[in-house]
């Protein structure tokens, strides 16, 4: 795949983080539901995994994938640190628990504590592909 194609599927995933990420603290500020702030706080998360996965060629189809490769090939490797890795990993767990397996709201704090780590994690992400030159400046 030729490197100007990569550069714009990094952007596009990037930009896709940021606007989940952004629409995330829309929701909490105007008291949206929990499993929603959750939920976009995680898909902000994901987004940008999936922006690091194009740098290395490999974009796998199912969540699990992506949180295992982000973990063996950035984590592991120490490019990201395994507070962030758990972080994903937690975020992950509570929007699988949220949507699928919870009957009762969340804590506020659960959302709040989600929301922090997606917003962690994206900016972690994004310093790093701007420092290897897959994403310009800002």
Do not use: C, W
Request: net charge positive; hydrophobic share 40%.
């Amino acid at each position: 795949m030729k490197r100007e194609h990569i550069l714009a599927l990094v952007r596009t995933r990037m930009d896709q983080a940021r606007e989940t990420l952004d629409d995330a603290r829309k929701l909490l500020d105007v008291g949206g539901s929990p499993r929603s702030i959750v939920n976009r706080a995680y898909y902000a998360a994901f987004y940008a995994a999936l922006a690091l996965m194009q740098t290395i060629g490999q974009v796998p189809s199912k969540h699990a994938g992506v949180i295992s490769l982000f973990d063996t090939e950035f984590y592991r490797k120490g490019l990201f640190s395994k507070k962030l890795s758990r972080s994903f990993h937690e975020i992950f767990e509570l929007r699988q628990f949220s949507d699928y397996r919870s009957v009762e709201p969340l804590a506020t704090g659960q959302v709040r504590d989600a929301l922090e780590k997606a917003e962690i994690l994206v900016a972690a992400v994004e310093t790093y592909l701007i420092q290897t030159k897959y994403l310009p400046k800002t």
